[in-house]
């Protein structure tokens, strides 16, 4: 990396940083610690939101997917827009009226303590995993690419984040996330424009779409209906929806965001210019990792993404059956080069047959360097058991280092960077809430006074940022981050829906059956993780359908005079 | 319950949610166009 990439990222991340500090300075009281005094106008709401979601693992990992498996991810945010239509019609006046600091405080207007303390504590553990795969996930792929020190990287970024998260609070923290996210889609343009300027003369825009349509990469949408399939029209709606209306209603780390609004309206505006604006911000960034793709059809390739296992088994008793396969990738690419030059050509002529003709026969020399590139991947667990063989995390990371100009790389590791930064910021933000609203001031120490307890959510924000530092230092590789991450989530995702679709909708429910339908729920979707091929999004729909449906069971089968005791407070 | 505030574009609720779903339809259709053109 250049001095000036290092002037450019040191300079964004200070600048970051010292606005964070200036924002959330003077933060006196819990309301304006916690929810930045309730103030903020839809915009800072709406892009909070989204750059809690849009984590460096969206900005690293997604265009990897889309280089490998095609755009079809993007059906996974499908229901996202009806979930945003949903809460603003539900969650959102709930919560504001109730004047709620965390969701599960509204829990216990509803079931009771009990309630609210296990959804309390199942979001905890659920964040807490994912806040350190957030910090850690980036930190690895940067670390490992640009061979940096992984503890550091975690380190300093694990740091800066909990400097102005626990100084500033909530307001700091949607403040600096509007700028990050700017820098981080900024950075992803950049990206776009320097694959399509670098392909070579003859190949232009629409080429490259058409290229990347004819190798299966713009498959944005498919209608069949299959299970096992991960991402399809159907899981994405169904599927997709659930995992929405869980993650923005259900957990603190989103909830927390639109509480901050000033009135219901505010907040409502910002969820709905999330739903209007993710769906295609998705599908950009997916298109840029195809545009990736069309550039390295172009342009070699590495044999693997993953510079330090390349190097490993470059120096174990395999190098020679690796450097055997690196030939065979380098003659392969370059038959792919001539196709995909001879593909453009005869587009442009239009000239169906050859058009068919080049399609086929690049097909078959891009399933022939895949299998080359799995033999590889094989190849490197074989050399090391513990390696992480797939490369799809480091893919779009190694064409930025690669092919942007000085002060460029800069840039987009200032956009990885801030990313990465965000969903930390929103994660520790929201633990700390749960921590000191939902378990220390309800359990523990309920009359400290507004002051004490804004101390101790700093101190809380401080700690969990330390936990998540240590657990991202120790963990282990997980195969493709984004998907890790997000599986982590589906485990308790329907589980914890299904809990509060009882608490808005099915109001003769009550605590106990609520609590033996989560435990049902939870056990089913843990059965289907074990024993089914189901893809993991369906998880979440099976999670929420199961609890909802043995909680009625439950309450239909207890005592009246039970049901009377249980009779919710809030109608 | 809750106070119905008008929104400050789109006349009502009702209208700007109708809005955010059409535009979810318009963007599956203009998905399958683009897959249908480009494959």
């Known amino acids: ?571 | 319950m809750t106070t119905e505030t008008p929104p400050p574009v789109g006349g009502s609720w009702r209208n700007l949610y109708t809005a955010v779903l059409l535009a979810l339809a318009a963007e599956v259709a203009l998905f399958y166009w683009f897959v249908r053109a480009f494959r």
């Open chain 1, 1 to 571: 990396m250049s001095a000036i990439d290092w002037i450019v990222l040191g300079a964004t991340l200070a600048a970051i940083v010292l606005y964070g500090l200036w924002k959330g300075r003077r933060q006196q009281r819990l309301e304006q610690y916690l929810l930045a005094d309730r103030q903020l106008q839809w915009y800072t709401i709406a892009l909070s939101v989204m750059a809690t979601q849009a984590s460096a693992i969206t900005f690293l990992s997604t265009p990897g997917q889309a280089y490998t498996d095609g755009m079809r991810f993007v059906q996974f945010y499908l229901g996202l827009p009806i979930a945003m239509v949903i809460l603003s019609i539900t969650a959102v006046p709930i919560f504001h009226n109730l004047r709620v600091f965390t969701a599960y405080e509204y829990l216990e207007t509803r079931f009771g303590v009990g309630t609210r303390t296990l959804t309390a504590m199942l979001f905890l553990i659920q964040r807490g995993l994912g806040t350190a795969m957030t910090l850690y996930a980036p930190a690895l792929i940067v670390s490992l690419v640009l061979g940096w020190n992984i503890q550091l990287t975690t380190l300093a970024i694990g740091v800066l984040v909990i400097l102005y998260t626990a100084t500033g609070g909530t307001k700091a923290v949607s403040w600096t996330q509007m700028h990050q996210l700017f820098i981080s889609l900024a950075g992803m343009a950049i990206a776009l424009f320097v694959a399509m300027k670098s392909l070579p003369n003859g190949v232009g825009f629409t080429d490259a779409v058409r290229v990347a349509g004819r190798m299966g990469r713009i498959n944005v949408i498919d209608f069949s209906f299959d299970l096992s399939t991960p991402y399809n029209f159907w899981s994405g709606l169904f599927g997709g929806l659930m995992v929405a209306l869980a993650y923005f209603g259900t957990d603190q780390s989103q909830v927390q965001r639109y509480l901050t609004g000033e009135t219901i309206a505010q907040s409502r505006l910002g969820l709905l210019f999330n739903g209007l604006v993710k769906v295609p911000m998705q599908f950009f960034i997916l298109f840029v990792g195809a545009m990736v793709f069309v550039f390295y059809q172009f342009v070699a390739p590495p044999l693997s993404f993953n510079p330090v296992q390349s190097e490993k088994v470059r120096n174990s008793r395999y190098a020679a059956e690796y450097q055997s396969l690196e030939e065979t990738h380098a003659k392969t690419f370059t038959q792919k080069r001539a196709a995909a030059t001879e593909l453009v050509a005869a587009m442009n002529a239009k000239d169906a047959n050859t058009v068919e003709r080049k399609t086929t026969e690049l097909r078959r020399l891009q399933t022939r360097d895949e299998e080359t590139r799995q033999a590889a991947s094989a190849l490197i667990r074989k050399n090391d058991a513990r390696a992480d063989a797939a490369d799809t995390d480091y893919i779009f990371l190694t064409f930025v280092i690669n092919n942007l100009p000085k002060g460029l790389v800069g840039v987009l590791l200032a956009a990885i960077f801030c990313a990465a930064m965000s969903a930390t910021a929103s994660g520790l933000n929201s633990l700390a809430s749960t921590t000191v609203v939902d378990i220390w001031k309800r359990h523990l120490n309920p009359h400290l006074s507004d002051h004490e307890y804004v101390v101790l959510s700093k101190w809380m924000t401080v700690g969990w940022g330390a936990l998540c530092i240590a657990f991202g230092l120790y963990a282990n590789q997980l195969g493709s981050l984004i998907v890790a991450v997000n599986k982590v989530g589906s485990f308790v995702y329907g589980t914890m829906l299904a809990i509060f679709l009882i608490a808005f909708y099915v109001k003769r429910v009550g605590g106990t059956a609520t609590v033996i339908g989560a435990i049902v729920s939870e056990i089913a979707v843990i059965l289907c993780a074990i024993f089914t091929d189901m893809a993991w999004l369906w998880w979440n729909v099976v999670g929420c359908v199961v609890g909802v449906a043995a909680a009625m069971v439950v309450q239909a089968t207890l005592q009246p005079a039970e049901r009377r005791r249980e009779t919710p407070a809030l109608r």
